[in-house]
């Protein structure tokens, strides 16, 4: 797997090059064909080849193709895309070729952001990529972020995680059971992926780098334009600049756009997962971004905004339903059984409501979190004399907490034994 | 303070706490068995570059992390009670309860207690001779008034319903809710920190057995107590609620014999006792083995009383009970379906045995896969 990365990163350095130095500007555009060809081929055979084959088999099932799995290699979706912005950036000019293939490679495999993003567009850190002066005012926010992300991952995102998987496996757990769930779903979500890119933004400060921010309070977001604004912001940018903008964008007709953005959102939607139900969850939110775009987005914002929260709040979370069911927990099929529960079997059974009373404070701390009230406070208080031994004790019991945490989910007696 | 001052000091408290887990984890002694979980650690991975492309290397890496981290019971008791402190008691499998009460969690409801069941009456049809039942309910059904708000509901009274419509003829199904439930304020029935009944819940049953089957129950007075201290039971090394208190064990033994018989374990090897009472046991860690030696396949108590021969099959929750019925059988075989894997009806046929009973805790009855009965 890192010999993939390797041959990747040789060629993209090659193409990079080459693509300078090249004068026709056919030539260029020829490179850079190739070597985006090339990205997307490794990505699509790792990531997609035994979900086309088995789909393949269904459609045409006399051709038995034999069934292709290969392991997924860590990152691939990320690194893939950060690599196609910088050759995409030089043939563009909107940067210059990297002529170390070090200071390339460093960027390729940056191991902060390798796992879990943000995907860094080379050109947001090609001076740092040899200029970088690590400073102890950047290390020490690098730890603030580190830890914050820490705590968003493991107080926040595993007990969610845990409140989901017990809610989803109460049977007839009632209307306000299977919602609650779905909410603590949309909550773990939420925590695990903005704590991952937390902490690998907070690395990348240790180490002198500064990335981009990721996601910002989406679930204050009024309107499903503005979620996507603020979710997973350095993949929506890569897609509107890499994907969405080449195509056309929106001037080239009411007619093209639309497909532009049905192309976009389903193609955003198959880069989280080989699976139908990303597809799926991708085309709703195209499907919905364009209703906005028609009219609603004008009517919401007339209305009083907790209205236009609410229905931020309820697309956004049912997104997470469909997002959840991906084929190995059941796909489609078990997304379509689990649906009736959100409407309808009872208001909440006493099982589901003991479940619930036990995480009520990690619900209303999730609640808290997920605005920016903590980010005021902090910035009201940072000055006062005497913050920073609050903060420091802060970050040791995170610290703490967090190991406590994961050592004790890997506390596991011998059930067996005890009888 | 100075900006940089603070950048300092912040920094500083990170690095130190990664060195410092780091260094602990260089220099504290490893053990590879854990006590309190009663089963072994993972072992450091073997490294090859298979099971480093598998993905394999790196999540043993994982396990072994947190299987040897540096102050692991207390990393694991802080844990526990900042879930407690969360409001979400229980999310150890443990409900801490009022009055130092441990107690486990409900059975989950979609079980094999009706296939259990059947499985048992078919059974007792199968033999001719005559069997009967019972089942220790769960603590929380019984002591449920100190059971958090949050708590689950226990449905033991629902398995009761169960068993007494579905053991009509064949088996005799002695119910013993009425009586635990009736004296449990007078006497604890259950341990604190354990999940087994306690000699005195285990004689409230033995009386009710009696009276099921017809025969005179020695009385209480006809018993020395001793004690023991300090136990601390499965129900505590499950959820490490820390602060708990221990319980004091404490152990029944008839005047007249003060527990002595032959005992003879069949464990792949035969081992031999002059006592139900393993004394020696108390000062281990898993004191409620000092009850004929814990968890074996075959036990076989010669008791050198009057009395017929009784075969028990069972699980843990028939050893502190076994020991009053030895007042009432001149021999008693005890089998653990978990481990004894011979066909029951060999054994049979090769003993004659004048009654059989089934001795199971609820949720063991409710989720045991070892119910096999041939």
Known sequence: MVLLMLISIVINYIAGLMIAKTESKNHKKLILILSVIIDLGILGFFKYAGFITENLNVALPFMNIPKISVPLPIGISFYTFQIMSYTIDVYREDTKAQKSIVAFGTYVSLFPQLIAGPIVRYRDVDIQLENRRENIEQFSHGVRLFVLGLAKKVLLANPMGALWDSLRETQNGGVLGAWIGVIA???QIYFDFSGYSDMARGLGNMLGFEFLENFNYPYISKSITEFWRRWHISLGTWFREYLYIPLGGNRRG?????????????LTGLWHGASWNFVLWGLYFGILLIIEKLFLLKVLNKLPSF???????????????????????????ALLGFIPRLFSGGFISADALAVIKGSILLLVAACVASTPIIRKIYMKLRERKGFVVAEVIAIVLILVLSTASVVGDSYNPFLYFKF | MKNKMKSKLISAVFIVFVFAVAILYAFTPKTNFSETEKRYLAEFPKFSFESLSSGKFTSDFEEYLSDHAPFRNVLVSLNSYFELAKGNNGSNGIYLGSDGWLIEKPFDRENRFDTNVRRITAFARSTGIPTAITAVPEKGFIYGENLPKNALKYNDDQCFKKLTSQCKDSVKFINLSDALNAQKNDKQIFYKTDHHWTCDGAFIGYNEICKALNLTAAEENSFNIQTADNFYGTSYSTSLYTLTKPDTMKIMRSQKTNGAAEVVIEDGNTEKS?????DDNLKGSDKYTVFLDGNHPFVRIKT?????????????????????????YSEIVMIDLRYYKKPVSQLLSAESFNQILFVYGMENLAESRDIILK
């Open chain 2, 274 to 278: 002059e006592n139900m009472f393993f």
């Open chain 1, 307 to 333: 209205v236009s929260h609410i229905y931020s709040l309820f697309f956004i979370v049912f997104g997470w339903v469909i997002f959840y069911f991906a084929d190995d927990v059941g796909g489609l099929s």
């Open chain 1, 254 to 266: 009411k007619a093209r756009t639309l497909i532009n953005l049905l192309i976009v959102w389903m």
């Open chain 1, 185 to 187: 779903f949309s909550f």
């Open chain 2, 304 to 328: 050198g009383n009057e009395g017929g021969k009784l075969l028990v099959i069972k699980d843990s929750f028939a050893h502190c009970l076994v020991p009053f019925l030895a007042e009432n």
